[in-house]
């Protein structure tokens, strides 16, 4: 009997699972590191002094350019989700990915305005190639296991929040507590670590990822539908509504970072002005052609479609209000939380982060011994330089604990608290796992509005806390509690709309639409992150008339509002889905 490939790949296994899973977990666990590491210290080190090392931009400039950068790493999984699928495959594309950030990490750590700005672009191009790719190559493996491959997500799940979790918490204490470049620069050697480790035991997956070979293109029956190409004059439209986008985001935060900016949008057309109108027209131009494409498919694919793209209208909102973690919540524990601890409040602060720190480090250590029992001898070299990597972020961990211990009185770094999404993931996620196994698992709709009402939920928390700030405050010493809190219920929030997104476009998109669809999704992603950030521009123009409290609870308001939508609109979404749950 001829063996399958992902029986070959079950011949070596750590926990169950193939080895080459354990390889794709530390290969993203690097590159989490290295992404959530850089992002935890953008905005502050913009926003910081001059003294500080920082290049004393105000929070609107900031948060301008921190918007265009995050829109413009989701845009860019398209790219690198084509020439994965059509010209270089999923293993080079990832080894190019890695490697482009590595340079981009490395960019940002020399500190100068164009190294900043040459890695940023380098970051963004690189997690193009590499974020839609390392899922693309588990699949493949899984592909004949599917009853194993909730369960390999869920590792790489974990591998991805210990990767963000470490990432914030060394290279935000190397950044705040040493210096930018540190914590620029660690970010970058444990991205180098996880590029190295890849490509050196990329043999493990045997043919997977491999440069694609063109294939006889057949068309599955489903639901009666016909090919539905895109003609000549659909493609024009797409080249302009993806130039109008691009330059919209690239230049639109131009003139607020820049006073001497060339202002591209110095027009106005019809009372608009030119960025508004140009973003406009895009998104016009998009709208119009979705609706002209829905009307050629069948009459439940269509239907199915237009639920897809309700709940990705519903994403735009979620991601623009939960993205304000890197901006304005991190600018709200560095400016206005009392993070000074001393006495016992200090002695239990040392003590738990000793544990979430120590702890986890120790599990996945073992995990890596577990990894080694069974591919040291094929790939020693890769082990080696996996187990030194290891060695480093133990020394810096078990220093940073030391440094804390020996201070009588603590001040928390202001990025800690982004850790907090990482830890309540990693403990939470099971919990609701079980819960969308159960009988009294939600529908599509109720997950999207119970998610958009923890959202709420913790944006009242920090409205409620920051009630005493008054109108126009730079500083404050609001109790640290309510920024947990956030971060508590933000998590849980996520765990009902993030990963239950993407499942259901896979579960309601026919196979021969799903790059198309995920596209699309991708794209309202780009978008929320783009308006979080325009949220964030906003903050301080609101803080100085109405008080920082005001612009929580008009997040607050917004997320209560998206999940009224989301629970009304139920009957109506779920008769669109025939059935899928």
Known sequence: METNSTDQFFKSTVLGHPSGLFVLFFTEMWERFSFYGMRALLVMFLTSALIDG??????????????????????????????????????????????????????????????????????????????????????????????????????????VNAGAFFGILLCGYLGEMVGWSWGFGLAGIFMFFGTLQFWLSQDIFGTIGLKPVKKEVTLADEFNDKLNPFPVWQLVIIAITVVLGLVWIIFEPAKIISSGAVDIFNFNVMGLSGNNFTILLALILFIFLLIY?????????????????????????????????????????????????????????????????????AIITWVLYLLFKQTFKKYALANIILAFS????????????????????????????????????????????????????????????????????GMACVAFGSAGIEPGAKTASV???????????????ELCISPVGLSYVSKLVPARMIAMMFGIWYLAVAIGMKGAAKFGENIDKIADEKGISYFFWMLTFVSIAIGIISIVFQPFIKKLMHGVR
């Open 390 to 457: 290891f060695v480093i972020v133990w020394g810096i961990a078990l220093w940073m604990l030391y440094n804390q211990y020996q201070e009588e009185t603590l001040e928390v770094p202001a990025s800690w608290f982004s850790t907090l999404n990482s830890l309540f993931i990693i403990s939470l996620a099971p919990l609701f796992s079980k819960w969308w196994e159960s009988k009294y698992n939600p529908s599509a709709n109720m997950k999207y509005g119970i998610g958009m009402f923890l959202l709420a939920l």
């Open 479 to 493: 109790s640290m509690i309510w920024l947990i809190l956030v971060y508590l219920f933000h998590t849980m929030g």
């Open 293 to 361: 494409r829905l009307q050629n498919y069948s009459q439940i694919t269509k239907e199915k479609l237009i639920a897809v793209t309700f709940f990705a209208f519903l994403t735009i909102f979620f991601w623009a209000i939960f993205e304000q973690s890197p901006g304005t919540l991190t600018i709200f524990a560095k400016d206005y939380t009392n993070r000074v601890l001393d006495g016992s409040a200090g002695t239990i602060f040392k003590i738990v982060n000793g544990l979430i720190t120590v702890v986890p480090l």
């Open 54 to 159: 920082g290049w004393a931009w105000d929070r609107e400039q900031a948060m301008a350019l921190f918007g265009s950068y995050v829109g413009l790493v989701y845009l860019s999984t398209m790219m690198g989700g084509y020439f994965a699928d059509k010209k270089i495959g999923y293993r080079m594309a990832v080894f190019v990915g890695a490697g482009l950030m590595t340079l981009g990490h490395a960019s940002m750590a020399i500190e100068t305005e164009f190294s900043i700005y040459l890695g940023l672009a380098l970051l963004v191009f690189g997690n193009g190639f590499f974020k839609p790719n390392m899922t693309s190559i588990i699949s493949e493996m899984y592909k004949d296991r599917q009853d194993k491959k909730d369960g390999a997500y869920t590792i790489f799940y974990m591998g």
